[in-house]
């Protein structure tokens, strides 16, 4: 069985319809990139595929291992396996970042029906899996994302990924903000991840990320429609020629 | 044990003392706040029960440093307090004097308290006490239909140190509680209080700070149970060099209406007064917060800072706010603001999209903003007292 497949996608923000039609489909093992203009709808989709409230789906179905997810909040599908590493990830002023991580952790294992995690093994677990990602001890200590620099709010979208282990993870623009290291960093991490467990949907403007995370599937997302598809060397045209040809043809 | 003039069956002031006579007097006259007095404008009183209540049984002493009070009046003697604190009842005019001397005039909660006076006690902490462990004051309310008016005199004497827990529950009509804490020079008092009582009550709370110079005063109101609490304090900074902190969380769900009052007071220069105020109201809840910082014209080099936010649950939870700085000298720092807000959306659907369901989301989302607030309690075993009561409302909300 696909592990997502979206058909006929069509959704609107308010009154202003973003997605006209989109199908895409992703298997266990696959890592598809997105790659698209500014403003063509690739966070649109990563909310909608999540579930954010005001995102309205109009057409189509998302499916997510044979079952919808339309009538299901963003927590459900969450914990049903959907995971969605933010472009902003968001800063929350107050909440203790090991409780929110403990938090998500243990819905996730009480949705499978596993018992959750005694608080001890999970700093030690958290630590281990920070420590891979550069994020330090410290970070973990503040609240969630409060004080972060942009690259830290990424490394730490990542460990939320390696945290969770999500079947179906959404990487919104993982790679901004990242200097050079942390981009090798941090596709190590996500690499690291990669496997016939889950699968991943890379939305980047960069090739750059590419040559670290190689897609297998490589698809151009412009005017809220899937213009192009085709594998790595799709991501090397974009880079060399820019969208504008592509979008043309279309 | 360090008790005197503590008689089980005793004269009611409320019959015999002459100020008590002339605040009923005074009460009665006046009646409740008139709809054009300031101070009233957004709490409005109906009708309050009032039977204050007589003395009732004794009862056994409880663990070290907790003083009962059932209805207004202590059920228990004072030996189980520290031997440096004294504790005995305001029998005669001239320490009720000194009591009543204290309270703002013409004030709507003292005449109310003073004029139906229950159980009136002095407590007093000898001059450079360290007491260890914290006074429990637990005021919980009589027979159906009683009111309680007790009048409760804390004088900490000068290089004093002492922790207070104020903690009022069980109340099922009205509980008017008026308190002066006289803080002598160099005294360092924590102080909380916890109003939770019954959903029916009503709680019309006076309190009263006279601070002498640089006293360290960490005082937090936590109003959380009533129908309707209205938690009025004033604190007078007599003295230089004080360190002043009055901060207060309250919360309200259903029909409840919570009024945080405060009125600080820089009489003279160089102190520093810290107000941090939160209220989260769910349902038809409402909040108030008004509060006033004035600054003397002497009291140069004052620190007054002041803020409240209010988090609404509910589209019909309504918060008013009313800061007011009045300031009549020019070397002073100064800063007040109040915010009313509602839970963000992009947090909710960040830990959503975590897996963290809606009610743990915002539960998390509330703790972490009544933590700025809940962080002012510098004494761990208050600030305990407090956490413990703003977990059990938000688990009573799920
Ligand atoms: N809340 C909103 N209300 C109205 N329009 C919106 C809203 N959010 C996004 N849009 C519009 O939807 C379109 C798609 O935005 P989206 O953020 O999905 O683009 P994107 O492909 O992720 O762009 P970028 O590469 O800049 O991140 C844009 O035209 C944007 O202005
Ligand atoms: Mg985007």
């Not at chain 1, 151009?220 to 820019?242: F, P, Q, T, W």
Request: proline fraction near 2%; charge should be negative.
């Amino acid at each position: 069985m696909n592990l997502l497949e979206i058909k006929n996608l069509k959704a609107k923000i308010g009154d202003k319809e973003i997605l006209h039609g989109i199908d895409l489909t992703i298997n266990r093992g696959e890592v598809h990139a997105i790659m698209g203009p500014n403003g063509s709808g690739k966070s649109t989709l990563s909310y909608v595929l999540s579930g954010r409230d005001g995102y309205e789906v109009t057409d189509g179905e998302i499916l997510l291992d044979g079952e919808s997810v339309l009538d299901m909040e963003a927590d459900e599908r969450a914990r049903a396996g959907m995971f969605l590493a933010f472009q902003y990830p968001v800063e929350l002023p107050g909440v203790g970042g090991m409780s929110f991580l403990r938090a998500a952790v243990n819905a996730r294992l009480r949705e499978k029906g596993e018992d959750e995690v005694d608080q001890l093994a999970f700093v030690k677990m958290v630590r281990a899996k920070a420590k891979a990602l550069g994020v330090d001890d410290e970070m973990l200590k503040r609240a969630v994302n409060v004080g972060f620099s942009g690259g830290e709010k990424k490394r730490y979208e990542i460990l939320q990924m390696a945290l969770l282990e999500p079947t179906m993870a959404v990487l919104d623009e993982t790679d901004s903000g990242l200097d050079v290291d942390a981009l090798r960093i941090v596709s190590e991490g996500v690499n690291a991840l990669r496997g016939e467990a889950r699968g991943m949907l890379v939305i980047t403007h960069y090739q750059r990320l590419l040559s670290h995370i190689v897609p297998d599937y490589v698809h151009i997302l412009a005017g809220g429609r899937i213009i192009k598809s085709g594998d790595k060397d799709l991501a090397l045209e974009v880079e060399n020629n820019g969208y504008a040809g592509l979008i043309d043809a279309a | 044990m360090a008790m005197r003039g503590l008689s089980m069956q005793p004269n009611l002031l409320r019959e015999n003392a002459a100020l008590c006579l002339q605040a009923k007097q005074e009460f009665a006259a006046n009646g409740l706040p008139a709809a054009k007095n300031e101070a009233w404008i957004y709490t409005r009183l109906q009708a309050l029960t009032l039977n204050p209540a007589n003395a009732g049984e004794e009862a056994q002493a409880d663990e070290a440093g907790v003083l009962s009070f059932s209805a207004g009046w202590l059920q228990t003697g004072g030996d189980n307090l520290p031997a440096s604190v004294t504790l005995t009842e305001m029998g005669d005019d001239a320490i009720l004097g000194e009591f009543a001397a204290h309270l703002p005039e013409d004030h709507f909660l003292g005449s109310l308290s003073l004029g139906h006076a229950t159980g009136a006690y002095l407590i007093e902490i000898a001059a450079n006490a360290a007491i260890e462990t914290p006074l429990q004051l637990v005021f919980e309310g009589g027979e159906e239909g009683q009111s309680s008016h007790p009048l409760i005199f804390i004088k900490c004497g000068a290089g004093a140190s002492c922790q207070l827990a104020e903690i009022h529950s069980g109340t099922t009509s009205l509980s008017a509680p008026v308190m002066v804490i006289d803080a002598g020079a160099g005294a360092k008092i924590d102080h909380v209080k916890l109003q939770a009582e019954d959903s029916q009550a009503s709680h019309l709370a006076l309190t009263v700070f006279a601070v002498a110079q640089t006293a360290d005063i960490n005082s937090f109101t936590a109003a959380i149970g009533a129908k309707l609490g209205r938690h009025e304090t004033h604190a007078h900074l007599n003295g230089e060099h004080i360190e002043m902190a009055l901060s207060s969380l309250y919360l309200g769900r259903a029909e409840q209406h919570q009024d945080i009052t405060t009125r600080m007071l820089h009489h003279m220069p160089n102190c520093t007064s810290n107000q941090v105020i939160r209220g989260v109201l769910d349902d038809s809840a409402k909040g108030v917060f008004q509060g006033k910082v004035l600054v003397a014209r002497d009291a140069q080099k004052t620190d007054g800072q002041q803020m409240s936010r209010a988090l609404l649950l509910s589209r019909k939870a309504e918060a008013d706010a009313k800061p007011e700085l009045e300031i009549y000298a020019d070397d002073v720092v100064c800063s007040h603001g109040a915010t009313v807000g509602e839970l963000d959306e992009t947090h909710l659907f960040y830990m959503m999209s975590r897996g963290i369901s809606e009610d743990d989301a915002k539960n998390m989302l509330i703790q972490a903003f009544l933590i700025d607030a809940l962080e002012q309690v510098r004494h761990e075993a208050l600030a305990d007292i407090l956490s413990h009561a703003v977990h059990d409302w938000m688990a009573e909300g799920l």
